[in-house]
């Protein structure tokens, strides 16, 4: 069974940057499409962005566009989340999930496999 770990999470100031990175140890990422979504106390879980398994396609949430930039590197096996321009309402648990040959969304039901999840605290 496919297990992620995220990693790069932590307190920044509004308007600072953060980069997550998504990854495992026991498969290669190559036949994943990778999703980023976040839950914040007392919210439901909602989708930020999500990479094809080949790279060719992403999707983002309105909430990060023009902020957040998704990528990956298979070679690394590693997916990112690139966090630009933070604001306080990005504060949340951050989860990187999987989806075997999936298309890119930003619906939980989409994905089968998720990391343990990673705070994000932007304050001043």
């Known amino acids: 069974q496919l297990q992620l770990v995220e990693s790069g999470g932590g307190l920044v100031q509004p308007g600072g940057s953060l980069r997550l990175s998504c990854t495992t140890s026991?498969?290669?990422?190559?036949?994943?499409?990778i999703g980023w979504l976040r839950q914040a106390p007392g919210k439901e879980r909602e989708g930020v962005s999500s990479?094809?398994?080949?790279?060719?396609?992403?999707v983002y949430a309105d909430t990060g566009k023009g902020r957040f930039t998704i990528s990956r590197d298979n070679a690394k096996n590693t997916a990112y989340l690139q966090m630009n321009s933070l604001k306080p309402e990005d504060t949340a648990a951050y989860y990187c999930?999987?989806?075997?040959?999936?298309?890119?969304?930003?619906?939980?039901?989409?994905?089968?496999?998720w990391g343990q999840g990673i705070q994000v605290t932007v304050s001043s």
């Open positions: 999930a999987g989806s075997l040959f999936g298309d890119p969304g930003l619906s939980s039901r989409e994905y089968d496999y």
């Open positions: 990479i094809r398994h080949n790279g060719d396609s992403v």
């Open positions: 026991q498969f290669t990422l190559d036949y994943y499409t």
